[in-house]
């Protein structure tokens, strides 16, 4: 299984961004997705995931400004990210569930103006 994402990149504080990851291969069934961030010198964190039915969970850091959302039939998972903020610069992982976890190669996000 292999994911690819894309749509990362520099923004001004108070823009938006939308990733996406896009998962091909051997795929038998998907069941949840996420996304993931790492600051430079901290852990990775969960930032937002979602199940196969659609019940998603945020970080509260995000709550209200970020949005994930999956489309099945194309393996998707998205990452609407609005009213961004300087502490949301990191690099974003796309994690998937297809029986084993699967991670992307990373996407950077820089807030800053």
């Known amino acids: 299984v292999q994911l690819v994402e894309s749509g990362g990149g520099l923004v001004q504080p108070g823009g938006f961004l939308r990733l996406s990851c896009a998962a091909s291969?051997?795929?038998?069934?998907?069941?949840?997705m996420g996304w993931y961030r790492q600051a430079p010198g901290k852990q990775r964190d969960l930032v937002a995931s979602?199940?196969?039915?659609?019940?998603?969970n945020y970080a509260d850091s995000v709550k209200g400004r970020f949005v994930i959302s999956r489309d099945n039939g194309k393996n998707t998972v998205y990452l609407q990210m609005n009213s961004l903020k300087p502490e949301d610069t990191a690099v974003y992982y796309c994690?998937?569930?297809?029986?084993?976890?699967?991670w992307g190669q990373g996407t950077q996000v820089t807030v800053s103006s």
């Open positions: 291969g051997r795929i038998f069934r998907i069941y949840d």
């Open positions: 994690n998937v569930d297809a029986r084993k976890d699967y």
């Open positions: 979602i199940t196969s039915g659609g019940r998603t």
